[in-house]
């Protein structure tokens, strides 16, 4: 019996369909790969000789040192204990102007040829350059869809009439995590080609790495292993790891505590780290700041907004903005904003003290449960993010994320507790008139509404405690007569009206 196509669809040794297998080069541009003997035209295929290829190394993050380290060696730190970045070979990218990239990117949206049809992939040379496609493990992630919250921004905000909702968590595990995991699992598959001595990734999680690192795990036949604290993240995001086959260990801790544990573990044992204390998930996680301005055809919004929780994908989204500034796609980088729950807000406060000493804190329940971590690993990270995007750091409280998610999803969307902390930064920058009426602003939704459909039932049926529910919908019971229907009926359509 021949086993499915879509089980082994990632494997390295499966026979591609050869539409995925067929390198396709965009029209009219150069096809680029990582070797600068192969760099050549599509129209006379002359090879353009003397071209850097592309390439991309660890150095320690925001330091000015000889320090490097190869991708393929597994180091998660510098030799000062300090964190990493992935910096590219910039001059390289160089050699090609702003046009050319646009035009490259654009022309791989939507298509087959492995891998570019992916968001993360379609921008492989900022991303992974040395990477040979077939040890790409990708579940076409990226290309979500920029949401134009037309009816949000009137009803909700006074008429903002350029309000954008990136909906990063309508994605192959419902959340950006996908992004960051499909580059950090290819990586992962290519060391093991290599015969490094990995048993294994893993990771602590508040639900969605986890899923994301299991799935990606799964996709390409690596044992997964995931830290989870227990009671604390949904069941949706519970039994994702679980059905993809990671090895779960469920704790009696908070998210930190989790995070601890795995930085201990993976420095004994040979288990590679997810968490994006690894920099390679940023550089999968970048392409969602460039595929924005993809989507505004190069045109660069006013504001950004981001829930934060481990702070690495504020700096992710910084760095996919510079990087388009610095090789010429644009010409100018948006203000970012990062959106904490006022249960978990080390950033704010930190932000509020105006970058005095940081602490961190002790995060306590929040809706917002994926971004209850008081310790963030990236820290240094998002503080260099925001001073240089001119950024502001916001938080919400428990009350105003669930109005705001309720509100969001009565305009159309089914958004999670953090998109709802993002939408409240909004709000509140709004009335303080920090963002203006006309001011282009994407708000960055991290997760998929589904994976947090217990909260919005507790919201629904007003049974939280302290909380006024404001938008509550709870469902009408009604007996299944005609009588009974035509009058809960004629009573309804008389408010609507
Ligand atoms: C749904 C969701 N939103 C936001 C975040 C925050 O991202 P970061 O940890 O990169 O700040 C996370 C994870 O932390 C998350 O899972
Ligand atoms: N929200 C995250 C927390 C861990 O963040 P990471 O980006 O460092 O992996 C999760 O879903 O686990």
Known sequence: MSSSPTATFFSKHHQLPPVHRHRSSPPTTINCTSSPTSVTTTNNRQPIPSLLPFSAKYVPFNTVTDESYSLDEIIYRS???????????MDALKQFDGKYWRSLFDSRVGRTAWPYGSGVWSKKEWVLPEIDNDDIVSCFEGNSNLFWAERFGKQNLGGMNDLWVKHCGISHTGSFKDLGMTVLVSQVNRLRQMNKPLVGVGCASTGDTSAALSAYCAAAGIPSIVFLPANKISMAQLVQPIANGAFVL?????????????????????????????????????????EILQQFDWEVPDWVIIPGGNLGNIYAFYKGFKMCEELGLVDRIPRLVCAQSANANPLYIHYKSGWKNFMPVKATTTFASAIQIGDPVSIDRAVYALKNSDGIVEEATEEELMDEMAAADSTGMFVCPHTGVALVALKKLREKGVIGKSDRTVVVSTAHGLKFTQAKIEYHSKEIEGMSCKFENPPVEVAAEYGAVMDVLTKHLSKVS
Do not use: W
């Open 79 to 89: 030799r000062s204990g300090g964190l990493l970045d992935v910096q590219h070979d």
């Open 250 to 290: 469920s704790m009696d801790t908070d998210f930190d505590g989790c995070m601890k544990l795995i930085l201990e573990i993976t420095s004994e044992l040979p288990i590679y780290l997810a968490n994006s204390l690894n920099s390679l998930r940023l550089e999968g996680q970048k392409t969602a700041a460039i």
